[in-house]
């Protein structure tokens, strides 16, 4: 199969980008997995780069770099978003935004970066970094996230 890149416009950009972090912060499991259809092609990949320190510390320990974390697919996608929301959002302690313009990167990329912010103070307690390709949809096709 060959793989032609896809460019969306500015405004499809934003759009996926605006669905992108809805998905994080939606409290109806139905909204949220329909989110998750529309961000994701069937066969994205999301690949987490560096995994957290417990992961890597436990590699460690077997004298072995850690491995990226895949996700890969709509129902490993609702998995991945459900857990994230029901251990940051949930509890009513965070929420995802955009943080700063998404930015055109070579080969028809785009990368943004990403916050989780304290609902009660407004401070930011985490950060990522993603760089996006898309399918010829304009669905995210790959995603490798740095998570700060």
């Known amino acids: 199969m060959t793989y032609e890149p896809y460019e969306p416009t500015d405004v499809e950009l934003r759009q996926l980008l605006d669905r992108y972090l809805a998905q994080w912060n939606e409290p109806d499991p139905d909204r949220r997995a329909g989110l998750i259809r529309q961000v994701w092609s069937p066969d994205a990949v999301q ?13 460690a320990r077997y004298g ?4 990226p974390l895949v996700v890969r697919g709509h129902d490993a ?19 995802f935004e955009l943080d700063g313009e ?6 028809a990329a785009a990368s943004f970066t990403w916050v989780m912010r304290d609902r009660a103070d407004g401070s930011v307690a985490g950060s ?18 740095f998570v700060a």
Do not use: K, S
């Open 47 to 59: 690949v987490l780069v560096n995994p957290p320190e417990e992961i890597r510390e436990g590699a």
């Open 64 to 67: 072995i770099a850690a491995p």
């Open 77 to 95: 996608f609702d998995a991945r978003v459900r857990h994230a929301y029901e251990r940051f959002v949930a509890p009513g302690w965070y929420v």
């Open 102 to 107: 998404p930015l055109r990167q070579a080969g």
């Open 128 to 145: 990522g970094f993603d760089v996006l390709t898309f399918a010829a949809d304009a669905r995210i096709r790959t995603d490798h996230q």
